[in-house]
């Protein structure tokens, strides 16, 4: 039972545009959301996160936007760069229960010059 | 300086054989993991420890048995190991309450 889904598997950006991952859940209980960035022979760096009593949070040229009625979010880069080509991974969990994250899949974002 | 790190980054074995992978943080942290990322690209947890106390065991079989020594430290033995123990299998470390994990390289093991 996939409770986190991230449905594009890969997404191919030119540099300076914007990029958009999505990702969608299942679970309502889900209420605080994390974007993890992951490189070849890494461990998932941590990015960015919402909990549910926002609907958007930024940092830098990362922001998360979060639809709880959809149960969509949504993380978009912009501008992008090239050092941004990684795997990029949504994870979800109910606070209080913050020791317990369920990944979505990942997407691999490729950004070209 | 490496925040979290495991050993062996490899390990290629036979089935039936027993193998750990070690883990260390130098963060500080009260709370490590354990996940395993699977031929599909499911990374799920498997063990949470905080102050060398199991807090999470996610029905993983037996076979597997974390041991904490102490909190910088989170060791992963497996018995008897099988095919679909094939996985990449990381070991992270947290310490605030918002999630955000501190992740190791991971370790790729490989069951033949």
């Known amino acids: 039972d996939q409770q986190v889904k991230q449905n594009s598997p890969s997404l191919s950006v030119q540099e300076g545009r914007i990029s958009i991952l999505n990702c969608d859940y299942t679970n309502s209980m889900f209420d605080y959301f994390l974007w993890y960035k992951k490189y070849p022979a890494e461990g998932p760096t941590f990015l960015i996160s919402?909990?549910?009593?926002?609907d958007k949070n930024e940092d830098g040229r990362f922001t998360v936007f979060l639809n709880k009625s959809a149960k969509h979010l949504s993380l978009h880069i912009v501008p992008s760069q090239p050092g941004d080509s990684a795997v990029y991974f949504c994870?979800?969990?109910?606070?209080?229960?913050?020791?317990?994250?369920?990944f979505g899949t990942g997407t691999r974002l490729q950004v070209f010059p | 300086d490496t925040a979290v790190s495991q050993t062996p980054k490899y390990l290629v074995t036979q089935m039936g054989n027993d193998k750990s992978i070690k883990c260390e943080q130098n963060l500080g942290h009260d709370t490590m993991y354990w996940y395993k990322q699977d031929s599909k690209k499911f990374l799920k947890i498997m063990f949470s420890?905080?102050?060398?106390?199991?807090?999470i065991n996610e029905t993983v079989p037996n076979r597997f048995s974390p041991k904490s020594p102490d909190k910088a430290h989170l060791n992963l033995h497996i018995n008897s190991l099988e095919l679909g123990d094939s996985a990449v299998y990381f070991c992270?470390?947290?310490?605030?309450?918002?999630?955000?994990?501190?992740f190791g390289p991971g370790t790729r093991l490989l069951v033949l």
């Open positions: 992270a470390s947290s310490q605030d309450l918002d999630g955000s994990k501190y």
């Open positions: 994870a979800a969990s109910a606070l209080g229960n913050t020791d317990k994250l369920i």
């Open positions: 919402i909990s549910s009593i926002k």
């Open positions: 420890y905080n102050n060398k106390e199991l807090i």
